[in-house]
């Protein structure tokens, strides 16, 4: 199993600051199948990021991934006030179990 | 585009089977080489994915929940299901229908309680 840990656990930054949040894979993520889910409070996970790198539909381009292997970034430019929300990683490869990381909180400074 | 909705019973007793159904909207569930998860989230806690079944029928499950899980798919209906048996409080979580990485259900919340 492959096992991803995010970091930090909470992130406090404030609006307009650049936020950039960690994923570490206890091994190699097949085909960088590696994507970012932002989650607010009583809803369902939102695809950020899948590849590793490709924003999914609809996504502002201050949203960026990066990262092969064991090691992969989320890159948040500038900060907007939506942007306050638990971010999750996620590796998808065909080679189950499918896991995820523990969560980064990123807060309102 | 396609679309997922979780339904079942939100209330369960312990020992009891969890039944949920995930209704596929937009698109058929046989299209593309795709496969379709069960994710689970506990109230302020991670994910944990569940199992995954392909149009096939066939499975995996996720190891720590391998003896009590079951999923199946009706392709007539465009649906696929779960089933988690012997239920325990441990199991309430918010459920989600998955077609990761692109496309979620809206999640239902299951309570075990008695």
């Known amino acids: 199993e492959i096992v991803l840990t995010q970091s930090p656990g909470t992130l406090s930054l404030s609006p307009g600051q650049r936020a950039t949040l960690s994923c570490r894979a206890s091994?190699?993520?097949?085909?960088?199948?590696l994507a970012w889910y932002q989650q607010k409070p009583g809803q369902a996970p939102r695809l950020l990021i899948y590849?590793?790198?490709n924003r999914a539909t609809g996504i502002p381009d201050r949203f960026s991934g990066s990262g092969s292997g064991t090691d992969f970034t989320l890159t948040i430019s500038r900060l907007d006030p939506e942007d306050f929300a638990v971010y999750h990683c996620h590796q998808y490869g065909l080679s189950p179990p499918v896991t995820f990381g523990q969560g980064t909180r990123l807060e309102i400074k | 585009q396609v679309q997922l909705q979780e339904s079942g019973p939100g209330l369960l007793k312990p020992s009891q089977t969890l039944s949920l159904t995930c209704t596929v909207s937009g698109g058929s569930i046989t299209s593309g080489s795709y496969y379709w998860s069960w994710i689970r989230q506990p109230a302020g806690k991670g994910l944990e994915w569940v199992g995954r079944?392909?149009?096939?029928?066939?499975?995996i499950y996720n190891p720590s929940l391998k003896s009590r899980v079951t999923m199946s798919v009706d392709t007539s209906k465009n649906q696929f299901s779960l089933k988690l048996s012997s239920v325990t409080a441990a199991d309430t979580a918010v459920y989600y229908c998955a077609r990761p990485p692109h496309v979620w259900g809206q999640g239902t919340l299951v309570t075990v309680s008695s």
């Open positions: 091994q190699s993520v097949s085909g960088n199948y």
């Open positions: 079944i392909y149009t096939s029928g066939s499975t």
């Open positions: 590849g590793a790198s």
